[in-house]
């Protein structure tokens, strides 16, 4: 299943991408367990998800948790929780 990942902020920034295309294995079915296969790459996306806690996402037009599945996500964003003023 290939699914088109955003970058965005501090994630761009340390992963040096604002996008790309992935096809996850099977067992990665949610986005905690997404986060958990990025950083496992190691580099820049070990030090963009080294906190998971400071992780947002969106599938779609909608943000979710990390425990929401992707299952038929065509893209995902991932950006640290925003701020407004």
Do not use: H, K, N
Request: glycine share 12%; no cysteine.
């Amino acid at each position: 299943m290939a699914i088109e990942l955003l970058y965005f902020a501090r994630i761009r920034e340390a992963i040096g991408r604002s996008a790309e295309t992935v096809s996850p294995p099977a067992e990665v079915a949610t986005v905690a367990a997404l986060v958990d296969w990025l950083a496992a790459r190691g580099g820049g996306y070990a030090e963009a998800f080294a906190d998971r806690a400071r992780v947002r996402a969106a599938i779609g037009d909608g943000f979710v948790g990390p425990d929401a599945p992707i299952a038929g996500a065509r893209e995902i964003a991932l950006f640290p929780p925003v701020t407004g003023g």
